[in-house]
């Protein structure tokens, strides 16, 4: 699995969550630091070009912001 980590506002890692876990199969969302409101995304190999697409679409709504390592 190749492994990112976002910060966002605390307020939105539910909804990111749901939108990137609603492509099956394809990646996981984990809550790191709820407090910090750090997001690490775990994606299939297979899906990656897919999930950063699907990232990149959320940045701007979102205000997300990819980190190198949490």
């Known amino acids: 699995m190749i492994k990112k980590w976002f ?6 890692i539910a909804p ?8 099956e199969g394809m990646a ?3 809550t790191i ?3 910090s ?4 995304i775990c994606i ?4 990656v070009q897919e999930i950063v697409c699907v990232m990149e ?3 701007n709504k979102y205000f997300l912001e990819e980190i190198k390592y949490y």
């Open 57 to 59: 679409s959320l940045k």
């Open 44 to 47: 299939m190999p297979d899906f």
């Open 37 to 40: 409101a750090i997001i690490q």
């Open 7 to 12: 910060k966002l506002k605390r307020n939105h």
């Open 33 to 35: 630091d709820s407090h």
């Open 16 to 23: 990111v969550q749901f939108i990137v876990e609603g492509y």
């Open 28 to 30: 996981t969302v984990s």
